[in-house]
Structure formats: structure tokens, C-alpha cells
């Protein structure tokens, strides 16, 4: 599987905006939901399921609410 893991910044804004650049994908992740997680596991390709963040892929539209 390929992915990136992020180690995740103190956050001051209510999104993470995460760029894949092998896969030239963003994921517009909430603050709410990592929480108090550190790190977070992006996998763009997984084959079987479903990634957890797959909701959030290209999910621009987020920013406008």
C-alpha cells in the first residue's frame, strides 16, 4: 500500500490540508477529526476497504461551510 504518514504540527486552524504529492491528491481533514492523534496515516490506493480519511479526499467543499 502506498501512503504517507504525517506527524502532525500544533494546530491553529480548523482544517489540516494535506498534500499527497506522489498522487497530486489533498485531503481537507477537520481539526475535530484527528483530535489528539499525532500522526495520521494517509492511504489514497488502498485496495481493500475503505481509508478512514477517504471522506475528506478533494473534500474542498468543506471549506466553504
Not at 39 to 45: D, E, F, G, H, W
Request: charged letters at 30%.
Amino acid at each position: 500500500i502506498k501512503g504517507v504518514a504525517i506527524k502532525k504540527q500544533k494546530m491553529i486552524a480548523d482544517y489540516a490540508i494535506c498534500w499527497c504529492v506522489p498522487d497530486d491528491l489533498f485531503y481537507i481533514i477537520p481539526k475535530h477529526i484527528i483530535g489528539s492523534k499525532d500522526r495520521i496515516a494517509l492511504t489514497p490506493n488502498i485496495t481493500r476497504g475503505k481509508s478512514i480519511y477517504e471522506d475528506y479526499k478533494e473534500a474542498w467543499g468543506l471549506l466553504t461551510k
